[in-house]
């Protein structure tokens, strides 16, 4: 209600707004006249074309009052105009020349009042002032990049009446763009860009292992374009010290004369041309630049890209490389899970097929399943060769091979929390066999690492991070974790970047700028990785419920529904693989699964702390 409002400065929703449809490619080209007439009534749209429906706004009315400029002007960020054309012509010449739409984004709760300021909110004859105001949801910077964000929005925006034309025009606006959360989810989808981690193990001596880094870009505004710019451009500030791109540096789209954008062929195979500092390239680098297009808009397009060409600046082909050849060539994602792991209820260590329909439980080969110490939580490595468990009191942390007959050994690490809430978490291991796992003992809280999941644990520095870890999940790329971080009572959501000085000190690991993606929630109990960049969790709201729901790794929501409603969640296990189900413990009904399309359903009563390999 808040955008239809006038008198309390909330500005009304113009009905100056014009749709044209494109049909195929061609702004009007081919369409069918438009009835003035008759009634309203379904039509069968063609599948997949709501990208195809472009939305602008119109230019400034002659003799428009300032209250009607600032209100077109608002109205123009909005549309889908693409270099905000419409909305410069609101601006002075000056003003419209030093204006950076592109350089920031500010999201509102609703869309952005404007309270008109002066002597009884009354115009001068030659200046009006105004003040934009707002409850901010999120910023996105010049790189595309989302953020939370709390707190007013309150910039000031000033008009003058031009000389020769004695029109109104804004001389000082905002600075980017701002506009309400439903207009920048109408306007805006969100695109994981690829780059390869440079600080793992696994990135010095092995396949290259792909990395998302999520940005939102205009939906109806070249989406493709757009998207391999911003990739071309190299990775998000944050991310920027863990992760390289195979495009050399300075490399560019070379579109040829008369060309502005790039589109897949018929067969789905994308050409993209470079500049020169691509020419020299070898055929394996090649690939990998291939491999970043490739998935990067693997779901950009309602069919996708097939294959991707990359040209050199003198139109020679570099490289083709198909989907099928992108994969064998980077590690993307977890690879195939062959079982979803959970506690029995004699709290041994036990698994069932991933994509079995029965509850076919048996207890995993080695100690851990064998009961050697009963266990209340467990992790199991990628490779799902190895298991760690912490022992019921929360005491112990113990590794075993996932082998026949294999013993146990003695425990690789000890708590001295008083209490068993006071100790270990629950592991976890990263993509190079790593076990990571955190100490709540009030008195020396400690987030760990083990090298291979043995020898002396190495105590991980966490700058900036405020509180105690409660619970700990390694993305399958090694570079990003995920923490549940306690702070007076409130438990909140975070993902760090991990990096590694190996030249100072020798295995010396670090989790640096965590923030938080769920600052709207009081208490997060629960999470896991369910995607590339998009996560699964427990959460409430202050003075809320529980609820279950996704949010991606910038704090953004991502489209779609939430999981369905589980009551009495404790712990939940989810793949990067987004099409293996859901797994959770419910205290009513012990281990339940949701696959897609599907309800929750029971797989056994007895049993608890599920997890998937990772």
């Excluded at 083709?320 to 690879?335: I, M, Q, R």
């Excluded at 929501?557 to 419910?586: D, M, N």
Aim: charged fraction near 25%; glycine fraction near 10%.
């Amino acid at each position: 209600m808040g955008a239809d409002r006038v008198g309390d400065g909330r500005r009304r929703k113009p009905v100056r707004t014009v749709a044209y449809a494109v049909c195929g490619a061609v702004l009007l080209a081919g369409c069918a006249s438009m009835p003035d007439s008759g009634d309203l009534r379904d039509v069968e749209s063609t599948p997949r074309q709501d990208t195809q429906v472009r939305v602008f706004a119109l230019p400034p009315r002659e003799n428009a009052g300032a209250r009607e400029i600032v209100d077109g002007f608002l109205e123009a960020l909005t549309s889908d105009d693409p270099h905000f054309e419409t909305a410069k012509k609101y601006l002075t010449g000056d003003a419209a020349k030093a204006w950076k739409p592109e350089a920031s984004l500010t999201v509102l709760e609703e869309g952005p009042g404007a309270t008109p300021e002066g002597v009884n909110g009354r115009d001068t004859q030659s200046e009006s002032s105004f003040r934009l105001y707002g409850d901010k949801v999120a910023t996105v910077n010049g790189q595309q990049t989302y953020a939370p964000a709390a707190g007013s929005y309150d910039k000031p925006l000033h008009l003058i009446r031009e000389k020769k034309s004695h029109q109104w025009r804004i001389d000082a606006p905002p600075p980017g763009v701002v506009m309400g959360k439903s207009d920048f989810l109408r306007n805006y989808t969100s695109v994981n860009k690829y780059y390869f981690a440079s600080n793992t193990p696994s990135a010095t001596g092995g396949q290259p292992v792909a990395v998302a880094d999520p940005v939102y870009i205009r939906k109806k505004v070249d989406p493709m374009t757009q998207t391999v710019r911003l990739l071309l451009a190299g990775p998000s500030r944050w991310l920027d010290q863990v992760v390289r791109s195979s495009f050399p540096t300075g490399t560019q789209l070379k579109l040829g004369k008369g060309v502005t954008s790039l589109t897949p062929d018929e067969q789905n195979k994308l050409t993209v041309p470079l500049n020169a500092r691509a020419n020299r390239v070898g055929a394996g680098r090649c690939q990998e630049m291939a491999a970043q297009l490739l998935f990067t808009l693997q779901d950009l397009t309602p069919t996708g890209v097939d294959d991707v060409a990359l040209q050199g600046s003198d139109g020679t082909q570099l490289c083709t490389v198909n989907a099928s050849d992108a994969e064998n060539a980077v590690v993307h994602g977890v690879g195939k899970n062959e079982y979803q792991y959970f506690l029995d209820g004699k709290h041994r260590l036990v698994r069932l097929p991933s994509e079995s329909s029965s509850p076919d439980v048996t207890p995993v080969p080695g100690a851990l399943g064998e009961g050697a110490k009963e266990l209340r939580s467990a992790a199991v490595s990628r490779d799902e060769r190895m298991a760690a468990g912490v022992t019921s009191d929360g005491s112990e942390l113990y590794v075993g091979s996932l082998v026949s007959g294999a013993s146990l050994g003695d425990p690789v690490l000890h708590s001295d929390g008083k209490t068993p809430k006071d100790r270990l978490t629950t592991p976890s291991w990263d993509g190079d066999g790593n076990l990571w796992v955190a100490d709540r003992d009030p008195d020396r809280p400690r987030l760990l690492f083990l090298k291979d999941g043995a020898g002396e644990p190495i105590e991980v520095s966490t700058p900036g991070l405020d509180g105690r870890v409660d619970a700990v999940r390694l993305a399958a790329d090694g570079v990003r974790i995920a923490l549940i971080v306690e702070k007076d009572g409130k438990k909140s959501l975070c993902i760090g970047r991990v990096e590694r000085d190996d030249k100072t000190d020798e295995g010396a690991v670090s989790v640096v700028e965590p923030r938080s993606v769920t600052p709207q929630l009081e208490e997060v109990t629960a999470m896991s990785w369910a995607g590339d960049s998009r996560l699964v969790l427990v959460g409430r709201e202050r003075g809320g419920v529980q609820q279950m729901a996704y949010v991606q790794v910038d704090g953004s929501t991502p489209v779609g529904s939430p999981p369905a409603a589980l009551t009495g969640v404790k712990a939940l296990a989810a793949s990067e693989e987004e099409q293996l189900p859901l797994v959770a413990y419910s205290e009513e009904d012990g281990i339940v699964r949701l696959s897609a399309g599907s309800k929750w359903q029971q797989v056994v009563k007895d049993g608890t702390a599920p997890v998937y390999p990772g």
